[in-house]
């Protein structure tokens, strides 16, 4: 257990629909970070949140959006879905910038849109 | 910007012989260097890391990686490989100064035979 939680594991929705993906990062990390994960893509970049604010954004669609709360988990939230859309998210978290120790990654949301 | 070129998609390699997996980075400044594994369905974990000092890092399972200033590269390698090893792996770059997220390769599936 990385201390990282996202829930839920797997998701199977519809075009069309919203979900909401949620991560717990690890006691004490004060910044979260969103990646996608396909097998086209690699592993993109999504958002990063540092205790609450919007620090750093990557490949993010004006559909997706997240937050990060006063508890320091943070929601990904993905509307208007499309096939397309169908990837492994991870959510990952480091204390400060994470400059000298890396990430630390929960084990991912697994997207179906169909 | 900064990036990773991960040049292999896939290595095979037979349990006991050696191994490596190739990575070679573009960062303005001083890099800081991951690497990652992921095995099916699990997140990625942490394997080593290059920030300064010994050009060679040993990391966990018996990896270890040679940093390489002159030829911006990062290569991992086993002595002799398990067929657990089998996975993908993950390179990760930084630069050490000033704010930037991780960026990450695509990932090389690394398969070793019995």
């Known amino acids: 257990d990385s201390g990282v939680t996202q829930t839920p594991k797997h998701l199977i929705t519809a075009t069309g629909q919203r979900v909401t993906l949620r991560c717990s990062p690890r006691?004490?990390?004060?910044?979260v970070y969103w990646y996608q994960q396909s097998l086209d893509q690699g592993l993109q970049f999504l958002i990063q949140?540092?205790?609450?604010?919007?620090?750093a954004k990557g490949n993010i669609l004006e559909r997706f959006s997240a937050q990060q709360f006063p508890d320091l988990h943070s929601e990904l939230n993905l509307s208007s879905l499309e096939l397309g859309d169908s990837a492994l998210y991870f959510c990952?978290?480091?204390?400060?910038?994470?400059?000298?120790?890396?990430?630390?990654f929960g084990s991912g949301t697994r997207l179906t849109v169909v | 910007a900064q990036s990773v070129a991960q040049p292999e998609d896939q290595v095979n390699v037979a349990e006991g012989n050696p191994l490596t997996v190739k990575c070679t980075y573009s960062v303005s400044g001083n890099p800081y260097l991951f690497w990652y594994v992921q095995y099916p369905n699990r997140g990625l974990q942490f394997l080593l890391k290059?920030?300064?000092?010994?050009?060679l890092v040993k990391g966990s399972y018996g990896f270890e990686a040679e940093f390489n200033k002159s030829q911006t590269s990062f290569h991992l390698k086993k002595p002799s490989a398990l067929v657990s090893d089998s996975a993908l792996y993950f390179c990760a770059v930084r630069r050490d100064q000033g704010y930037s997220t991780l960026t990450f390769g695509k990932g090389t599936m690394l398969l070793v035979s019995p």
């Open positions: 006691s004490g990390d004060l910044s």
């Open positions: 290059y920030i300064t000092g010994d050009n």
């Open positions: 990952a978290s480091s204390d400060g910038q994470g400059r000298r120790q890396g990430y630390t």
């Open positions: 949140y540092y205790n609450g604010e919007e620090r």
